[in-house]
């Protein structure tokens, strides 16, 4: 996967890959500004405190005359959360006034961890759950309770199909972890 330099508002500068970049220039870039906000609203019903944007599911909207085109891209193929996801944008849609759309899924580029920013990160360590470990050499998330980097992996699988089973060996409190794909 290419990888480019973008810009970042703090003085580090994070390495995005080009689909990441490109997702960020469609909102930057779109002829509809308020349907971007107008979506912003729809949260992920499994990890309810991220938008659809912020998880990188979000991938672009367009207007075809009097029509809203959607494209989301699921965080892996068989993501049970979609059919919502669908059915939340619709309602978001219809609410604020835009009775005509079409939501289409988009398969590639496939889904990656990488398409989520810090701040995404972040709100995901305060609901509990361990964000996706993006720093190299690391090979175990760190406790989203305690901050322990001493932790074991319980099970491959935890609430979700994306998600692994881990606890804290310091806290002992167990926790998810939003797995790197």
Known sequence: MPVVNAVAASDRI?????????????RQH????ELWRL????????IPVISIWELGVLQN????????EVTITPT??????????REEIGQALEEGGYPHHRIQTRLSPAWSSTWMDEEARAKLEAYGIAAPVSEAGRAAPACPHCGSDRVQA????????????YQC???H???DYFKSF
Do not use: H, N, Q, W
């Open 173 to 175: 409190e167990p926790f």
């Open 169 to 171: 060996l310091d806290c």
């Open 39 to 46: 979506l912003d609203a729809v949260k992920d019903p499994e």
């Open 154 to 165: 319980v099970s491959e699988f935890g609430s979700t199909a994306c998600k692994a089973l």
């Open 76 to 85: 892996y193929s068989g993501c049970p959360a979609m059919d919502v996801i």
């Open 14 to 26: 994070p390495l995005l890959p080009v689909e990441e970049l490109e997702r960020r220039r469609r």
């Open 30 to 33: 779109s002829a509809c500004p």
């Open 61 to 68: 909207i367009e207007r075809d005359g009097d029509t809203v």
